[in-house]
Antibody, heavy 121, light 108 residues
Framework: EVQLLESGGGLVQPGGSLRLPCAASGFTFSSHGMSWVRQAPGKGLEWVSAISGGGGSTDYADSVKGRFTISRDNSKNTLYLQMNSLRAEDTAVYYC??????????????WGQGTLVIVSS | EIVLTQSPGTLSLSPGERATLSCRASQSVSSSYLAWYQQKPGQAPRLLIYHASTRATGIPDRFSGSGSGTDFTLTISRLEPEDFAVYCCQQYGSSPWTFGQGTKVEIK
């Protein structure tokens, strides 16, 4: 059974940093692209960042480019999102998602339960 | 960036009725790379349909998708009580991958 378990969310001040890990199990982690997708309170879904199965290819939404960094450790079956220079508009539930394919395909067949990040003073 | 517009915003129907949800793209979606997700309150989205018309694993056949280019449709043939939720379309044909704002299917 595929499982994706995010952690690391919480309250952070504007300008601060946070690192979100996502522990994956139940599938061959290194064979699938992974993404982070977020959802602001009461709003729709927004793709944030993606990384290929091998980690060599990454992509970012313009809204986070230069501030967020996606990475993965295939030896630990873990995906990460390093978030710097956080803004109030980054407040959202952050979902870890598994891509159905190995590259950055953008088709999310499994989702974690999400972790809430609140950026506020 | 491809903008996806879903209509209607809310659909009020009774169990057993047919639901027809629309997703319109601001430009053609490459290779019909269009997916539909279901989201219930407090839960993560669940993949229902991909490649515009292929049901994901375990999805009942009352869910069907159709369309190409810029116009796509999700149809639920007979609503079951567990189908009342928010449905969202997403294109994965070109980066940045984008989502529609969602259609809420509520009990009438």
């Amino acid at each position: 059974e595929v499982q994706l378990l995010e952690s690391g969310g919480g309250l952070v001040q504007p300008g601060g940093s946070l690192r979100l890990p996502c522990a994956a199990s139940g599938f061959t982690f290194s064979s699938h692209g992974m993404s982070w997708v977020r959802q602001a309170p009461g709003k729709g879904l927004e793709w944030v960042s993606a990384i290929s199965g091998g980690g060599g290819s990454t992509d970012y939404a313009d809204s986070v480019k230069g501030r967020f960094t996606i990475s993965r450790d295939n030896s630990k079956n873990t995906l990460y999102l390093q978030m710097n220079s956080l803004r109030a508009e980054d407040t959202a539930v952050y979902y870890c998602t598994k891509d159905k394919y190995s590259g950055n395909g953008g088709l999310f067949d499994y989702w974690g339960q999400g972790t809430l990040v609140i950026v506020s003073s | 960036e491809i903008v996806l517009t879903q209509s209607p915003g809310t659909l009020s129907l009774s169990p057993g009725e047919r639901a027809t949800l629309s997703c319109r793209a601001s430009q053609s979606v490459s290779s019909s790379y269009l997916a539909w997700y279901q989201q219930k309150p407090g839960q993560a989205p669940r993949l229902l349909i991909y490649h515009a018309s292929t049901r994901a694993t375990g999805i009942p056949d009352r869910f069907s998708g159709s369309g190409s280019g810029t116009d796509f449709t999700l149809t639920i043939s007979r609503l079951e009580p567990e189908d009342f939720a928010v449905y969202c379309c997403q294109q994965y044909g070109s980066s940045p991958w984008t989502f529609g704002q969602g259609t809420k299917v509520e009990i009438k």
